[in-house]
């Protein structure tokens, strides 16, 4: 898998408008409460996910994503939908229409102590 893909595209691309391919899952607690987390790029809450890497399926991108950004093994359980229409102006200057792909996902392991449902 090749590390860093959208950032060797845009050395080549600039700020012009790219479609990127995202993956992200729907945990769900006991509750019924969801996980978020609060973006650092545009200072939102939203699923945790991110962009696939070059060689990566989608599910193989959400179960990374999910550690790498809440510390949480998690297993893709079933395909809840894709996302096509959303254009995203990065703080930046990149623009990106994203395709996502979102699964909900259950939880494996908790590698890390950070992460609280809420």
């Known amino acids: 898998m090749e590390r860093d893909y959208i950032k060797n595209l845009r050395q080549k691309v600039g700020h012009q408008p790219l479609i990127l391919n995202f993956a992200g899952g729907i945990?769900?607690?006991?509750?019924?409460?969801?996980?978020?987390q609060k973006r650092a790029d545009v200072k939102s809450w939203g699923l945790p996910g991110g962009a696939m890497e070059f060689g990566e399926s989608a599910e193989q991108a959400c179960v990374r994503e999910?550690?790498?950004?809440?510390?949480?093994k998690v297993r893709v359980k079933s395909l809840l939908g894709i996302l096509?229409?959303?254009?995203q102006h990065?703080?930046?200057g990149?623009?990106?229409?994203?395709v996502v792909v979102e699964f909900l996902v259950e939880l494996v392991d908790?590698?890390?102590?950070?992460t609280v449902l809420c």
């Open 27 to 36: 945990l769900i607690n006991d509750q019924d409460e969801v996980l978020l």
């Open 66 to 72: 999910f550690l790498e950004e809440t510390g949480l």
């Open 84 to 87: 096509t229409n959303f254009i």
């Open 90 to 92: 990065y703080p930046n």
């Open 94 to 98: 990149d623009v990106a229409q994203a």
């Open 110 to 114: 908790k590698v890390a102590d950070q």
